[in-house]
Each structure stands twice: as structure tokens, then as C-alpha cells.
């Protein structure tokens, strides 16, 4: 193994003391001189047409120095190229409560939101989709877009991969199950902020984004200026979790109104606005055949998914894709047939959460293998080990697995928590499930062929400075930077100094989404910073008259000289040092259409185990602990990544749990803090994590990642664990009291003991794309050339 | 002025020192600390009582600052995040902290900063259990709360 001085040191996180003093400044921290206040008028309508916006008595208000709608601001934008359906301002048609229509600048927020009070709206009202159903179905008014379709229906997908009719032939058994996972929100603690300036015909927007970059693209479209002249800059971030990855509304309107001022312009949203901000889990419903030897090996599976999108495209269409794109990286399926769909309904528009598109399949996949082995009289977790994917291979729909440590992360969470050896008493349950998640995107999100990830290194006197795009939003992705380049260079974290998610000065990264930060600009830290320290040893080297092999790189030194006289010498003999690295993924997606989403250069595996007690009486389940181990490939800093694995578990719980995201009669049914349920302290159980590391051979020292991964076997190991208590399966997230409580009162009236939907819908999928199966072992060549 | 609001001058005892500010009467604490007086390390998170993350401590009570308005706290002592640490030294919940990775966003950790502050001055060897209670008010997202009762723990164990 190699000898590391910083990477996999359980070291502080380099923004750790500003954060814990107050001294971090988040967005809604930044108040400039003169700044003007903004509000935003919304609709109280779930699904309306806007026949008239007057806004002639705002502008007249005390304070109120500028007023825009949808005039002001036409050109739709949106994540993804193919789903440009969002406007900053809607002045033609709402599309949920929420859905932005004016916004004010004014002197203060109470005049700014008085002069919102005094726009009046003329709508025609039309009848709202509030439901897959209802999407699936002819509209009683009108579409909601117009876009997609037949009904209200946005996208449809339809791939298989391999002799799937064949698979099930040869099955000795086979078996359906339908699951719904209810949508849920972010829930950030920091409210989304951004503040605009317009100074010398160039914009600059401060503000609460995990990609910077997004932000940049979509500014310049709507505002119609070229990219140099906006300059956008990531506040230090109090939470995303995927719900600050879209560009938002807000984010262009400060910016249009500082054009139109002159003042710099601030908007923060309150709470209730950012439940309608959203972008969250979407609700999905999922219907799973799969055919099985006796022994439980798998032969075919289908799987279909309906997705409630929610009223605009966000990153729908890749969120489609993932609910059928992973199933095949855990578990070796030789033909697989995926059929998704996605509509549109009147709520606010669903996206990226955590996990992105992968949990919900996740869920369903994790139980119905697991009535299989109930079928089977097979212990559930031997009969997934059975099937688990090997390293190096190819799934069967191409993606193309690395290092993989399965096999480890259930030994350990097995072996730790007795699972297979439990006592088996009424009420008390434990159940165990795994997963896997992506380091990263494969492809971008907008067609190009530049680097995902870039980053500079200067060094001046002995001082390093790294300069990267990404954002860190908590994860640490600023300490995983730091800690690369002082690995690189002989140094500590806390010598190096970032400036990150700044466009004017860091050069490009994606930002932080799809766990990719610490992959994709990891290597491209590595690469800046080993041309930097050759830079230094070829300096240091010739003064002592040596090769360059022959000079050492640690402990703040390089070969004879202390860091920063090695760095004089480096800049007296090749002018000003600075260095670059880049990162761009492997082209390794399959050839068919579709295949972009799915690919990544490395898969983290997790598996976990919950231990629990369920009250038959009152249908309350209260967790005891919980046992995860990630494959991590390798922890840079474990500190970091036990923060990463537990936050995900708490996410996970709250989402097995408690955690939805409902409406009632076109409206939200809680869009507050206390009214959806979040778990607090007392809630929380203990944790048990196992770090696993499994030397990724493209990750940075081997590493992948860990946000995300773990979050996803939490609600399947839940509903496991209630089951294995009290004999009943809840089909459904969250495992409400009164969920559990119903499925018993069937289970005595002698009905299936469950709870969950019961049919999938009729959706018109198109015919099924057919795609051959790669060669099993087509990488390993190259894997053994890594 | 835009309106004709009520104005009260308010004595506040902010972080050991006396502050006198003339403010309209409806405006909370939070929204003073924060606006008024730029000490932006108290954060929000629903100005509605909902998640703690505005908590202050009033006479050494943790305490939410949206829901407080000056007024009611005139001639008290208001202890926010910037009055924490010793000059440049962290107290040794703040060490605890940086040492264990509790903050991760670090949004929600000045409230729950001062609401173990608080804890522990009055409870210096709290157990696990007693953390969650006192700690319950304060929602945080991102460390599963496990990092943060570590540290809490840790801190508590040392002394302060």
C-alpha cells in the first residue's frame, strides 16, 4: 500500500473554523451598499391562463423602484437542452402554486412585498393533473406543456438488453410486485439566496448554487449576454442535496432588475417559496417482473417506472432514464427490459434529489428480490450475494463496473449486527439491503467535448493557491481539493488556499451533483499539482546538482530546500509557476440511444442493515441501529466520508419514514418546516459505519464517491425490518404508523398482508428499443493497463 | 420613511457589549442582529419558531431569535456565534466541532452551537440521551446529528 502523509488522514476540513464562528458568508450574508430588496409574485393557482398582468399601481408604491413580468424576461431556459420549458417569469400560463409571475425591486422587503400585493392578475382557471392517473389520461382543459405527450405525458423510454422472453423461459420462477415511493423535498436548512450587481455593463450574481457554472449558461441566455460579461460566484452553501443544481428563477430576476436599476438587487426566498423552488424525489410508481432459478439465480427482469415530474422538465429526462439505468450495476441481470415514463402534472417541478432517479427503483428492486427469496425459502441475503455483479465487467446494459466491494459491505454490516443469527421475536425486526451509485456523470449535461473538470495551481514564495469551479456545498470538496494538492506537494491542507465556484477566476468544473466532485476534479487536482512539484524538483534538483527521481517531495520540503525556497528557485528558473490538470470521464456508454445516463468512470457500493422495533397496537417503528458500509474506493479523509455515509442514512430514514411531499386540491399540504416531518435528534438512531476501500483503478489514490450511494439502501433494509417484525410488507414510502397498522388489519381479515398500490397503469410505451449485451470481459484489457 | 411605523430605542447587551438601537418596534431579533447590527453568524432557516437555527442565548438561555423582538429582551444579555470564542481562541465546543467534522454546510451550526453551549453550562456531563432532548429543536440536515453528539461529547468530556 502506499505510504500517504495527508490523503486518509481523519484531518479537519479546511472551512471548519469559519463555519463554526459565524464567520462563513452564505448568500442571504451578503448585503451591499444600496442594495434593493426583491420579491416575487406567484400563482395562487395550481394550473391557470394569465389573461392580464397590471402592474401600474405596484410601480406607483413608495419604494418600489422596479417592476417585472414575463415581458421582461421571454427566453425560456432549463437544465437540459432538450427541455427548454421554464421561464423566469410565466406571463402566459401557470403551471403550479408557486409557478413565479412578477417580481418588485424596492428599498425594503415590505414594500417590495406590499407592491407584489398591488399587481392584479386576470386568470382563466383550468381543471389541475395532480396525478399520474390523471396525466396519463386526455386533459380536461388543456396540456400542461406543449410538449411530449399523448395526454400529459413528457417522456417515454423503452430498451432491452438481451433475450429477456428467453430469460423468463428459463426461469423456474417468476414473480411482479408494484411499489410507489412518494416524492419528498431537499429541505436545505439555508433558504435559497442571490444577490446581483450591474457595474460597467457586466453582471455579477453572488448566490446559493451547487453548479455555478449551470447558472452562468442560463443567465446568459435569458439576459441575453455573452458569457464573459457575468460573472457568477457561489456563496459559501448552506445545503443542497441536488435542490440548488437547476438555475433558478430568482437567480435571474435579481439579475435583470440590477440591469434595470442599477442597485445591486437581493432575493431570498422565505421557506414556503422553497418548497415551490423544489426539484425534489419524484414520486414514482413501479411495477417489477423477474424471473429466477430455483436457486434464486435472476435470468430476465422488467422493470417499469411512472414518474410524477411535476410541471416543467428540470432534469426529468435523465431522472427517467436512472429509474432504470443501476438496477443492473448491483446485480448481475442477464436480459433486462426497462420501460419509463415521466408526465407532467400541476406541482412544482421534481428533479435532482439525492440519489437522482435511482432510490425509488432501488426500494423496489431491494423488496421484491427479497419476496422472491420469501417465495423461494432462500435467506434473502444470501440469494442477493448470489447474484451480486463482479469487478471488472460489463452489465448488460453497458455500463461498465471497476472495482466493486459488494461482497465486503454486506460481510461487514452482516457480520456486525449477528443479521443472519438474530433472535426472532414478534414486533422486532431487522432487514438488510445494498446499493450503488455513480462518481460521477459520464457524460455532460449539454453536449461537448471539453474536460468535466479543470483546475490551476500557483505557487508564489512558497504560498499555493488552487483555483477550481467546484462548489463546495458542505460535503468538503474544498478539503478533498486541498488535501490532494498538499499530498501532491509535501505540504498540509491547511497550507494550500482555494478560491473555487467563482467563473471570472477558477477555471471550469461541472459543480456538485452526481458525486462527482472529488472523482472528476480530484484527478484533475492531481494532475495540476504532480506538474507543479516536477516543476519544483527539476529547480531543486539541478541546484544540488542531482536527477530529479533523486529529490525527495514531504514534509514541507523539497529535496535540500524548504518548500518555499524550493519555490524561489523554481520561479527564478522558469518565470511565474503555475500548472493546470483536467478531467474528462472515459468514452465508455453503449451504443444506443439513451445510453448517456447511466455510464460512470467508477460505481460506490454500500450495503446496510437495520435493527428495529414495530408496535402492532399503534403501528409506530422505532429504529434501534442501523449498520452501513460503503465502498469508497478509498477515503481521502474518513472524517469526511463517515459525515458523507450518515448523513445519507438520516436522509434515507427521514425518507423511509416521515418525509413527503403531498398536495391536496392543487395545493402543497405542508410547505413548512414543522408540518413536513424531518427526523430530529431523537429520531436519529445510532450509526455503525464501516468504511470499506476497494483502490478504484481511475479514482484519485482510488477513491469514489460517498454522498449519495448510502442513502439508498435505508427505505428497502426499513421495510424489510417491518416486515421481518410483523409479517406485513409496506410496499410504500414513508412507512407511516398508519400505513403499517392497515396492512395488519388486512393480514387478520385474511387479505394480502400488505400495503401498497396494487396495479400499474396502462401506459403507452413505445416498442422496446433492443440492444446486444457488450462481451462480458471487453474491459479488461484496458483494466489491466490502468 | 415609507410607513408610519413605531420606532423604540432598545438596550441590548450583544456579546458583552452595551448597544442602544433605535428600531421600528415589529422588527424581530434575528432580523436586528442579522440587519441592524451585521452579526450575520445567526442564521435562519423559516423565521416561523419551526427548525432552531436562529438560536441566541438570552441571559445564557438558548432562546429563538425570530420569534423574540427586542423589546422583550430590552437590558438583557444576548449572546450570539461571534461572541463564542475567547478572542481567537475556539471555545472547546467550537474545537470539538472542527476536530470531529460536526459542521458540514455548517448552516444549522451556530444554533446548535449555542443550544449545547447552554447544555452543558448547566448540565457539564450530559448524556447521550440528554444531548438529543436538549438538542431537539434544532434541525439539521446534512450529518445525520451523529458527528454533532460526538462532538458534543467530546467537548463535554474536556470540560470547558
Redesign the interface.
Same mark, same amino acid.
Given at each position: 500500500m502506499t505510504d500517504f502523509s495527508v490523503v486518509g488522514k481523519?484531518l479537519?476540513?479546511v472551512?471548519?473554523?469559519?463555519?463554526?464562528? =459565524?464567520?462563513?458568508? /452564505?448568500a442571504?450574508?451578503i448585503?451591499l451598499p444600496r442594495t434593493l430588496h426583491c420579491r416575487i409574485l406567484r400563482s395562487p393557482h395550481p394550473h391557470a391562463r394569465i389573461l392580464s398582468i397590471d402592474t401600474s399601481a405596484a410601480r406607483r408604491m413608495? =419604494?418600489v423602484k422596479a417592476v417585472i413580468t414575463g415581458h421582461d424576461l421571454p427566453v425560456k431556459f432549463g437544465i437540459l437542452p432538450v427541455t427548454q420549458d421554464e421561464r423566469a417569469l410565466e406571463h402566459e400560463k401557470v403551471r403550479y402554486v408557486g409557478d413565479p409571475i412578477a417580481a418588485v425591486a424596492a428599498?425594503?422587503e415590505?414594500?417590495a412585498a406590499a407592491a407584489c400585493d398591488a399587481i392584479a392578475v386576470e386568470y382563466e382557471v383550468l381543471e389541475p393533473v395532480m396525478s399520474i392517473e390523471e396525466a396519463l389520461a386526455p386533459p380536461k382543459d388543456e396540456r400542461i406543456q406543449d410538449y411530449g405527450g399523448p395526454h400529459n405525458i413528457h417522456k417515454l423510454v423503452a430498451l432491452e438488453f438481451g433475450d429477456v422472453d428467453g430469460g423468463f423461459a428459463r426461469a423456474d420462477h417468476v414473480r411482479e410486485d408494484v411499489f410507489f415511493f412518494q416524492g419528498n423535498t431537499?429541505?436545505?436548512?439555508?433558504?435559497h439566496s442571490a444577490t446581483a450587481t450591474y457595474v460597467d455593463g457586466r453582471v455579477t450574481l453572488w448566490s446559493s448554487t451547487q453548479v455555478v457554472h449551470y447558472v452562468h449558461r442560463a443567465l446568459a441566455k435569458v439576459l441575453e449576454l455573452p458569457m464573459h460579461r457575468i460573472r457568477v460566484i457561489g456563496a459559501?452553501?448552506?445545503?443542497?442535496?441536488g435542490g440548488k443544481t437547476d438555475p433558478f428563477a430568482h437567480e435571474i430576476i435579481v439579475c435583470k432588475l440590477a440591469m434595470l436599476t442599477g442597485r445591486p438587487v437581493k432575493c431570498t426566498l422565505?421557506?414556503e417559496e422553497v418548497f415551490y423552488a423544489h426539484r425534489g424525489r419524484h414520486p414514482v410508481l413501479m411495477w417489477v417482473r423477474t424471473g429466477v432459478t430455483r436457486h434464486g439465480r435472476i435470468t430476465a427482469m422488467h422493470f417499469r417506472t411512472a414518474l410524477d415530474g411535476g410541471a416543467y422538465g428540470s432534469y426529468g429526462v435523465a431522472s427517467t432514464f436512472y429509474t432504470g439505468t443501476l438496477q443492473t450495476v448491483t446485480y448481475d441481470i442477464p436480459a433486462y427490459r426497462f420501460e419509463g415514463c415521466r408526465v407532467f402534472t400541476n406541482k412544482p417541478p421534481c428533479g435532482p434529489k439525492r440519489g437522482h432517479g435511482t432510490p425509488q427503483p432501488r426500494f423496489a428492486l431491494e423488496l421484491h428480490l427479497e419476496k422472491i427469496a420469501h417465495d423461494l425459502d432462500l435467506e434473502p441475503s444470501a440469494m442477493k450475494q448470489l447474484n451480486f455483479v463482479q469487478p471488472m465487467t460489463r452489465a448488460v446494459n453497458w455500463l461498465r463496473i471497476t472495482s466493486c466491494g459488494l461482497d465486503e459491505c454486506s460481510r461487514r454490516v452482516i457480520d456486525a449486527s449477528g443479521y443472519r443469527n438474530r433472535a426472532r421475536r414478534p414486533g422486532h425486526g431487522m432487514g438488510f439491503a445494498i446499493s450503488s451509485y455513480l462518481s460521477g456523470a459520464g457524460t455532460a449535461i449539454y453536449w461537448n467535448d471539453m474536460p468535466h473538470s479543470e483546475v490551476q495551481i500557483k505557487v508564489d514564495r512558497g504560498g499555493v493557491t488552487a483555483y477550481c469551479g467546484a462548489m463546495d456545498?458542505?460535503? =468538503?470538496s474544498d478539503s478533498v481539493l486541498a488535501t490532494i494538492v498538499a499530498e501532491e506537494l509535501g505540504l498540509q491542507p491547511a497550507d494550500i488556499r482555494l478560491v473555487t465556484a467563482d467563473t471570472d477566476t477558477t477555471p471550469i468544473d461541472l459543480g456538485s451533483y452526481s458525486s462527482r466532485v472529488t472523482f472528476m476534479a480530484g484527478n484533475a487536482a492531481i494532475e495540476a499539482a504532480r506538474k507543479m512539484r516536477d516543476l519544483l524538483v527539476e529547480a531543486a534538483a539541478a541546484k544540488m546538482g542531482m536527477q530529479g527521481a533523486a529529490v525527495q517531495v514531504g514534509a514541507g520540503r523539497v529535496g535540500d530546500f524548504s518548500f518555499e525556497e524550493a519555490s524561489v528557485l523554481a520561479e527564478a528558473r522558469f518565470g511565474t509557476l503555475t500548472s493546470a490538470g483536467s478531467y474528462k470521464p472515459p468514452k465508455i456508454a453503449g451504443p444506443y440511444k439513451g445510453a448517456g445516463v447511466g455510464p460512470s468512470p467508477a460505481y460506490s457500493y454500500s450495503a446496510c442493515v437495520i435493527d428495529l422495533d414495530a408496535d402492532a397496537r399503534t403501528g409506530l417503528v422505532t429504529v434501534n441501529k442501523i449498520w452501513i458500509a460503503h465502498d469508497v474506493g478509498r477515503a481521502i479523509n474518513p472524517?469526511?466520508v463517515? =459525515?458523507q455515509v450518515?448523513?445519507?442514512? /438520516?436522509?434515507g430514514l427521514g425518507e423511509a419514514l416521515m418525509e413527503e411531499q403531498s398536495f391536496r386540491k392543487g395545493l402543497h399540504k405542508w410547505p413548512?418546516?414543522?408540518e413536513y416531518k424531518?427526523p430530529?435528534?431523537?429520531d436519529?438512531p445510532?450509526?455503525q459505519t464501516f468504511i470499506v476501500e476497494t483502490v478504484d483503478p481511475e479514482g484519485p489514490y482510488g477513491a469514489k464517491e460517498a454522498g449519495q450511494g448510502p442513502l439508498l439502501p435505508v427505505p428497502p433494509a426499513l421495510c424489510s425490518a417491518v416486515h421481518d417484525a410483523l409479517g406485513v410488507w409496506i410496499d410504500e414510502v414513508p412507512v407511516t404508523p398508519e400505513k403499517v397498522v392497515e396492512a395488519l388489519r388486512r393480514k387478520e381479515k385474511g387479505e394480502p398482508a400488505r400495503y401498497g398500490p396494487t396495479r400499474f397503469p396502462a401506459v403507452p410505451y413505445p416498442p422496446a428499443i433492443k440492444v446486444e449485451p457488450p462481451p462480458k470481459d471487453m474491459d479488461r484489457a484496458s483494466a489491466a493497463a490502468i | 420613511m415609507?410607513?408610519d411605523v413605531e420606532r423604540v430605542v432598545v438596550s441590548l447587551q450583544v456579546n458583552g457589549e452595551p448597544t442602544e438601537l433605535l428600531i421600528p418596534v415589529h422588527k424581530t431579533l434575528l432580523e436586528v442582529l442579522?440587519?441592524d447590527m451585521?452579526?450575520?453568524?445567526?442564521?435562519?432557516?423559516? &423565521?416561523?419558531g &419551526?427548525?432552531g437555527?436562529c438560536t441566541v442565548l438570552v441571559d445564557g438561555l438558548p432562546e429563538l431569535s425570530c420569534l423574540l423582538l427586542p423589546v422583550q429582551v430590552d437590558g438583557r444579555s444576548i449572546t450570539?456565534?461571534?461572541g463564542? +470564542?475567547g478572542g481567537s481562541e475556539?471555545h472547546p465546543l467550537?474545537r470539538a466541532?472542527?476536530?470531529?467534522?460536526a +459542521?458540514?454546510?455548517?448552516?444549522?451550526?451556530?444554533g446548535i452551537?449555542l443550544s449545547a453551549r447552554a447544555l452543558i453550562e448547566s448540565n457539564p456531563s450530559p448524556s447521550r440521551d440528554e444531548?438529543?432532548?436538549a438538542? +431537539?429543536?434544532?434541525?439539521?440536515?446534512?450529518?445525520?446529528?451523529?458527528?454533532?453528539?460526538d462532538a458534543i461529547e467530546l467537548a463535554a468530556s474536556r470540560g470547558l
Open positions: 481523519p479537519p476540513k472551512d471548519a473554523a469559519a463555519k463554526v464562528t =459565524g464567520r462563513a458568508v /452564505y442571504d450574508d448585503l413608495a =419604494g428599498i425594503d415590505e414594500a431537499h429541505l436545505p436548512m439555508e433558504q459559501a452553501h448552506g445545503g443542497g442535496f422565505t421557506r456545498i458542505g460535503q =468538503g472524517l469526511l463517515e =459525515g450518515e448523513g445519507s442514512v /438520516y436522509m413548512s418546516m414543522l424531518s430530529t435528534f431523537l436519529m445510532e450509526v | 415609507l410607513r442579522r440587519e451585521r452579526l450575520t453568524g445567526t442564521k435562519h432557516g423559516c &423565521e416561523l &419551526e427548525c437555527t450570539t456565534i461571534e463564542m +470564542a475556539l467550537q466541532f472542527v476536530e470531529l467534522g +459542521a458540514q454546510c455548517g448552516y444549522c451550526t451556530p452551537l444531548i438529543r432532548e438538542l +431537539a429543536g434544532n434541525l439539521c440536515r446534512c450529518t445525520g446529528y451523529v458527528k454533532i453528539l
